[in-house]
């Protein structure tokens, strides 16, 4: 069995979130990716580059420090103020989903090359306290599922405003 064996099914149903995001917001146009979500929640073009800022400067960031850093402090990713310093709202929708997909793929790929002792390798991260690099896939798909469900919710708000 390989090392990265175990987590080959979690790995799996990240690698279906970039294909999520292209089939739900893939052919809004571009009035429709500004549109905010129910409660004042990301837009789709928001969505897209949190993930793709998250991906690569969370995640990414978290993966690569624990594999070469001896207890390295993780910081937090606030989200929010960086959607409004980089002005997610004004961006390209597709350059979104390319740069979340891109990142994404970065990630599978160096996860599926970790070793079995590197699973292991702790760190700490801000708010949240002790994390292994076990743990960061889990916490990729804790993330994909809430932002998931924020996708659904839009497209079933922007139906029931189509339907009114």
Avoid at 76 to 100: M, N, V
């Amino acid at each position: 069995m390989s090392a990265v064996e175990p987590f080959a099914p979690l790995l799996e149903r990240l690698e279906t979130m970039p294909s999520f995001l292209r089939l739900r917001l893939g052919a809004l146009s571009p009035r429709e990716a500004t549109a905010p979500g129910p409660g004042d929640r990301f837009s789709p073009v928001e969505q897209c580059w949190h993930l793709a800022d998250l991906e690569e400067e969370g995640f990414g960031s978290r993966i690569r420090r624990l594999l070469v850093e001896s207890d390295p402090y993780l910081p937090d990713f606030d989200g929010a103020r960086l959607a409004e310093e980089r002005r997610y709202r004004a961006r390209s929708l597709p350059q979104g989903l390319e740069a979340f997909e891109r990142a994404r793929a970065a990630n599978l790929a160096v996860l599926r090359s970790v070793g079995e002792e590197q699973w292991a390798r702790r760190g700490r991260q801000e708010g949240v306290g002790l994390v292994a690099l076990s743990d960061v896939p889990h916490m990729m798909e804790e993330h994909d599922a809430a932002h998931r469900a924020e996708i659904e919710e839009w497209l079933a708000a922007r139906r029931g405003a189509h339907q009114a």
